[in-house]
Each structure stands twice: as structure tokens, then as C-alpha cells.
Nanobody, 125 residues
Framework: VQLQACGGGMVQAGDSLRPSCTAS????????IGWFRQAPGKEREFVGAISWHDAVSTYYVDSVKGRFTISRDNAKNTVALHMNSLKPEDTAAYYC??????????????????WGQGTLVTVSS
């Protein structure tokens, strides 16, 4: 199983980015996909997740609600993190993860079975 995250970059405050996560080696449509981030010197933080159950139910941490959205394309085994109105505090390495669960505890890292490598997002003021 591989999760490949890409699409990070360096932007200015207020800009947008759209990192994506592509999976292989698993039945993608049966996995909830979560996004987490980790800033230097800080613990890994839940950003949001999209459930496999209906492929549209999404959940977000309060700090990104209204700015970030997650979408998935099961035909392409891909999940995208649409990041708008970026702030310097969004600077972090962003990780995608796949878990074989449909509901509840989306922010619990132990619910996820597979992790991708991080893609770095840097937002300057």
C-alpha cells in the first residue's frame, strides 16, 4: 500500500493550494482518508477527513472550517485538499492517511492504517 501526497508549496497569505493524495494497493473506495499536519516543534494535528461510506461526508478541525474542503475521486484513487485563504499558521507538513472505518474519531491517528509522506506547505505573511 502506498499513499503519495503532493502539491504543497510556498505561497503568500490569502493564496490557495490544492495538495492531493493518490493511493495504490488498497480498495480505495473502502477507506476513509484523513489529512493531518505537523508544524515544526508541534504535534501532529488533525485537519480534516472524508468518509468512504458515502464519499461526501467530510469533517474538519475548527481552525480550517470555511477555508479548507476535501474531495475524493474514487475512480482515480485520489483525494484533494482544497486550501483557500491560507494563513501563516497553516504552515506545516501535510500528511494523508487511510483508515478502514466509516464514522467517528476521525481525528484519532490510531484509526488510520496507512500514511503517506508529507508535502510541505509554507505560507508567508
Amino acid at each position: 500500500v502506498q499513499l503519495q501526497a503532493c502539491g504543497g508549496g510556498m505561497v503568500q497569505a490569502g493564496d490557495s493550494l490544492r495538495p492531493s493524495c493518490t493511493a495504490s494497493g488498497l480498495t480505495f473506495s473502502r477507506y476513509t482518508i484523513g489529512w493531518f499536519r505537523q508544524a515544526p516543534g508541534k504535534e501532529r494535528e488533525f485537519v480534516g477527513a472524508i468518509s468512504w461510506h458515502d464519499a461526501v461526508s467530510t469533517y474538519y478541525v475548527d481552525s480550517v472550517k470555511g477555508r479548507f474542503t476535501i474531495s475524493r475521486d474514487n475512480a482515480k484513487n485520489t483525494v484533494a485538499l482544497h486550501m483557500n485563504s491560507l494563513k501563516p499558521e497553516d504552515t506545516a507538513a501535510y500528511y494523508c492517511a487511510a483508515g478502514r472505518f466509516a464514522s467517528g474519531q476521525f481525528s484519532n491517528t490510531r484509526k488510520y492504517d496507512y500514511w503517506g509522506q508529507g508535502t510541505l506547505v509554507t505560507v508567508s505573511s
